[in-house]
């Protein structure tokens, strides 16, 4: 009896593996998808959801900018992490424009950054008593309106006794 084409055993079959890129191929490929605006170097290849530049590194994605850091020939800690320090562009691979930072930095900076002055129903962030300040396992930093969480609160109540 003969094996169909469809149960062929394991070992039969072959194993595609990804051929590791040449520096000199990377470099090209990398900068072939690279455009200069002012001094910032632009990513024009894929990105994330999040505006950053993925690249591939034979069958690993990963961040365009981080791969720019390494092709610079700057080394980069374990732990560490990378910054926009310069132009805060996420999509600029100039390694100029870089710096390395820990991951509690990256966070309390993105935090300061991203802060709102008022909420989404145009209550006020800066009054003390109307902010309720949460710090997430990995350090990123949220400011909620208390108004809005007691409004809430109240629908949820009164949705449930209804």
Avoid at 51 to 64: F, K, M, N, P, Q
């Amino acid at each position: 009896m003969t094996a169909s084409k469809f149960h062929k055993k394991p070992s039969a079959r072959k194993k595609h593996r990804a051929t590791r890129p040449k520096p000199r191929e990377l470099r090209e490929r990398f900068f072939s998808k690279v455009a200069q605006d002012g001094d910032c170097l632009i990513w024009l290849g894929t990105t994330n959801g999040e505006g950053y530049g993925r690249a591939y590194i034979g069958t690993r994605r990963v961040y365009a900018h981080r791969l720019a850091w390494i092709l610079a020939g700057k080394p980069l800690a374990k732990g560490k992490e990378l910054h926009h320090a310069v132009c805060r562009n996420t999509l600029c691979v100039n390694a100029a424009h870089l710096r390395v930072i820990s991951k509690a930095q990256h966070a309390r900076i993105h935090a300061e950054e991203n802060r709102r002055l008022v909420c989404p129903h145009g209550h006020s962030l800066t009054d003390p008593a109307n902010v309720i300040v949460r710090v997430s396992r990995e350090g990123w930093v949220r400011h909620n309106c208390r108004e809005c969480k007691r409004i809430s609160d109240r629908r949820v109540y009164l949705a449930k006794a209804a």
